[in-house]
């Protein structure tokens, strides 16, 4: 698959890039995919919830009625999860969520998303860029010149930039991440993934690791 190179102007270079058939162009594996955004989202997770339980409250631990005969629910005392304001049954406590996945599959994951993105023809390469200064409108100045402005933009680098990142870090459709970065979830949650020119091969030496 063949792409034109687009200055930041918005206007054709005259270059092509070619997309690796064997990373762009396979069959895109819907599991693995969910395998890995399903594992993306619980690493976000703090796993930090915590409610108390019938030990953990204070109160009295006077039995309130008998055991037998009220025709209510037992309740031994005022912490009782029977009651209003008393504990809770089996609550929330602290965890870790994060779950090991193999290598592989998380490389089939993140080729299986490059490959729905350029079947969707939501691919653009634009040229090496960098900024002078971070400055917030000549980036929204280059989406607009590309016409993806209005999109949900992830834009992929070679190496860290930071006038590119700092100038597109207020803007809350677009993302600035490096090619070591790239994951499934991030390719998947953008409308149009907008590579530099050197991330094409910075995304093929990823998977040749």
Known sequence: MELSVFNISGKETGKKVTLNDAIYGIEPNDHVIWLDVKQYMANQRQGTHKSKERSEMSGSTRKLIRQKGSG??????????????????????PRNYSFKLNKKVK???RKSALAYKAKENQIMVVEDLSFDAPKTKDFVAMANSLQVADKKLLLVLPDQNKNVYLSARNLQRVKVITASELNTYSILDCTCLLLAESSVAAIDNLFKA
Request: charged share 20%; glycine share 20%; net charge positive.
């Open 72 to 93: 209510g629910a037992r309740r031994g005392d005022i912490n009782s999860p029977v009651l209003v304001g008393g504990a809770r049954v089996f609550g929330p406590r």
């Open 107 to 109: 490389a089939l994951a």
